[in-house]
Every structure is written in structure tokens, then in C-alpha cells.
């Protein structure tokens, strides 16, 4: 790409320099934990119809709804960023899930208790990194400017309560899947 200077704005070549480079970062970036809350929603709708305690198949269903609204929220914010969704991402995040389907697990394209165990730290470890998203998004110019420091607190109490949730979770599966007998 040729950048032309404009003599009428003495350095708007050194600055549109400085912001491409960010905007190349932070597009690539958001786009990967787009992909991530896109494969977590999915993760957690399948554990929940897996489940067949209906209590943690509800609880399942709600964290899913929380994280496919916070999915919609890192959409808006990419829109007020002025950062491009990459489709492919979101294909990505879809295929990536599917494919996670079929890792080793001890036994051929069969659920196993370990299996959950392990779908649970993925989805614990999504929650940990979404966590990290919305601190990170805390520290842009937007941000500092009033833009969004309520929204960007509310998102990372709830990450928090969230993580708490699978945490809690994971360790009843893992009582059940680990534990001789």
C-alpha cells in the first residue's frame, strides 16, 4: 500500500502508520477470542444435552446463554473499534469444536467421563481467557474516555462468577470420571 503525504497535515503518514498496526493487532486479536466464545457456545450446548442431571443440564444452558450474550457484546465493541469480524474465524470456532470432538479420549469417537473432564478445563480455560479480553479491552484510549469501564466491569464479574460455575462443575465431574470405583 503507497501512503501519499499531505503537506497540509505534516505527520498524517506517521500517524496512519501507528494506527494500522494497532488496528492489525487488535483486529487479529478480537477475532480469536470471537472465535473462542463462538466454540464455547457450542462446547456448553452439547455438554448440556449430554447431561442428564437436569439441574446441571439448566446450569449449563445459562452459562451458555451468558456467553453467547457476551459473544454479542465483543461483536458491538468490535463494531464501535471500527474492527473487521473475519468470518473464517467464526468458521473456525465452529469447525475447531467439531473437530475437538474426535481427540484422543481412550476410546474411538465415544463420550467418556474424562472426556467431559477435559471439555470442562477447555471451557474453564475460554472463561479465564475471556476474562483477560475484557481487562485488556480496559486499558484502550476508548475505554479511559467513559466509553465503557461499567460494561467492562459487569462482563468481567460475570467471567468471574462464571468461572466459579464450571469450576464447580468440572470438579463434580471430575469426582466421577478420576475416582476409582
Known sequence: MTHHT??????????????????????VYLNNHLMGATAGVRLLERLERQ???????AELARLAEE????????LRLMRELDVPVRRS????????????????????MRDT?????????AMTLGVQGKASLWRALAELPEAHEGRWPDLLR??????????????????AVVRKALTPG
Open 6 to 27: 499531505d503537506p497540509r497535515h505534516p505527520g498524517a503518514e506517521d500517524e496512519r502508520e501507528r494506527r494500522e498496526p494497532r488496528s492489525r493487532s487488535l483486529t
Open 51 to 57: 447431561q442428564e442431571d437436569e439441574g446441571v443440564s
Open 67 to 74: 456467553i453467547d450474550e457476551d459473544r454479542a457484546t465483543l
Open 89 to 108: 474465524m467464526i468458521v473456525a470456532g465452529r469447525l475447531g469444536e467439531t473437530l475437538g470432538r474426535f481427540k484422543p479420549n481412550g476410546r474411538l
Open 113 to 121: 467421563e474424562v472426556r467431559a473432564v477435559l471439555e470442562f478445563e
Open 154 to 171: 459487569e462482563l468481567l464479574e460475570r467471567a468471574d462468577r462464571q468461572a466459579e460455575t464450571l469450576e464447580a462443575l468440572r470438579l
